[in-house]
Nanobody, 118 residues
C-alpha cells in the first residue's frame, strides 16, 4: 500500500506564496508520476502540476509561470511552490501518484486546503 500525506496549506493573501509538501510512504517503488491536483466544491478535480512517467513535468495553463513542482527523492517527497496566489486558486490541493504496474490505479492523499483571501 501507498500513503500520501499533504501539508503546507493555509490562509494567504492575494499575491502571497505557499509551499505544499507531499510525503509518500509504504510501497514507494510501486508508484510513479507523482503530482498535484486541486478541487473546488461543486467542480471536478483538476490537474495542477505533475511529473510524467518519463520524469518531465506537466503544468496546467493556470499554473504555468506561477507554480513549480519539485521533488526530493531521498525524502520521498514532492513539493508544489505556489507564487502570486489569487482568490481563484482557493481549493483543496491533493497529492497523487500512479501505480507503476497498473496506470489506471491512482493513489490520493487526503488533501490540504489553500485559501487565498484578503
Amino acid at each position: 500500500q501507498v500513503q500520501l500525506v499533504e501539508s503546507g496549506g493555509g490562509l494567504v493573501q492575494p499575491g502571497g506564496s505557499l509551499r505544499l509538501s507531499c510525503a509518500a510512504s509504504g510501497s514507494i517503488n510501486s508508484i510513479d508520476a507523482m503530482g498535484w491536483y486541486r478541487q473546488v466544491p461543486g467542480k471536478e478535480r483538476e490537474l495542477v502540476a505533475t511529473f510524467t512517467r518519463g520524469g518531465s513535468t506537466n503544468y496546467a495553463d493556470s499554473a504555468k509561470g506561477r507554480f513549480t513542482i519539485s521533488r526530493d527523492n531521498a525524502k520521498n517527497t514532492v513539493y508544489l511552490q505556489l507564487n502570486s496566489l489569487q482568490p481563484e486558486d482557493t481549493a483543496v490541493y491533493y497529492c497523487s501518484a500512479v501505480d507503476r504496474l497498473d496506470v489506471s490505479r491512482r493513489y490520493w492523499g487526503k488533501g490540504t486546503l489553500v485559501t487565498v483571501s484578503s
